[in-house]
């Protein structure tokens, strides 16, 4: 049973940055991508940023310069670093891998619970 535990979350002001963990219950090279999703209230799940097994990063336009995802595969860890925080960023963001699918196929088969990430004005 694959289990995604996410931490890292919390209150920012605008400006603001904050660093999201992933801590994956196996290898992380047993994936052939990770990545984070967020979802607001009201809104869909969008996939925000994506790391492959290869090391290759795929990220959404809307953090593209602000948001890094990054990985230490000893301690089976993947990481979103967000800086310039927006009041629009506020949202759940869970972590999530697959074995098999691609980079920007989203739809991953593994989730993490979820951690609330809220950007004040």
């Known amino acids: 049973q694959v289990q995604l535990v996410e931490s890292g979350g919390g209150l920012v002001q605008a400006g603001g940055s904050l660093r999201l963990s992933c801590a994956a219950s196996e290898s992380i090279f047993r994936f052939n991508v990770m990545g984070w999703y967020r979802q607001a209230p009201g809104k869909q799940r969008e996939l925000v940023a994506g790391?492959?097994?290869?090391?290759?990063?795929n990220y959404a336009n809307s953090v593209k310069g602000r948001f890094t995802i990054s990985r230490d595969i000893a301690k089976n860890m993947v990481y979103l670093e967000m800086n310039s925080l927006k009041p629009e960023d506020t949202a759940v963001y869970y972590c999530?891998?697959?074995?098999?699918?691609?980079?920007?196929?989203?739809?991953?088969?593994?989730w993490g619970q979820g951690t609330q990430v809220t950007v004040s004005s």
């Open positions: 790391i492959a097994r290869g090391g290759t990063t």
């Open positions: 999530t891998a697959d074995r098999y699918k691609g980079l920007v196929s989203g739809n991953y088969d593994y």
